[in-house]
């Protein structure tokens, strides 16, 4: 099975750089799309069978938390697992995070190794790293 990825960041470096790391861990992607901010993502979502996202905290017109609290009232996004990649640090506010719905988090930057991990959790991807 192939997986669809859906890359939620202001920044197309940042979304750049998370495209490349999907192709040099093994696990099997399908489709990455890509949303340049929470609204955008939402709208894809409404299209676009999406398996994981992967999400930007802080971004413009609507925020990574926002975007959760969205996808958490409507039925057929409900389900989809959030991983937040993000600078925050704060232990605070990532329990905070995880009270609101996301499912995990990636501090950055992060290695490919620590990418894999947290994200094939949520994928059903078999770990041989551990």
Request: no cysteine.
């Amino acid at each position: 099975m192939a997986y669809n990825i859906l890359i939620v960041d202001d920044s197309v470096l940042t979304r750049t750089a998370i495209k490349r790391i999907l192709g040099m861990i093994d696990i099997p992607v399908g489709r990455i799309l890509e949303a340049a901010d929470g609204l955008a993502a939402l709208n894809l979502l409404d299209t676009e069978p999406v398996d994981l996202v992967l999400a930007d905290l802080n971004m413009p017109q609507m925020s990574g938390i926002e975007m959760i609290h969205q996808m958490r009232q409507q039925k057929n996004r409900a389900q989809v697992p959030v991983v937040m990649v993000t600078t925050e640090s704060s232990s605070t506010r990532i329990k905070e995070l995880l009270s609101e719905g996301v499912r995990d988090y990636l501090h950055k930057p992060f290695t490919p190794e620590e990418f894999r991990s947290v994200i094939s959790r949520y994928l059903g991807v078999q770990n041989d790293s551990q």
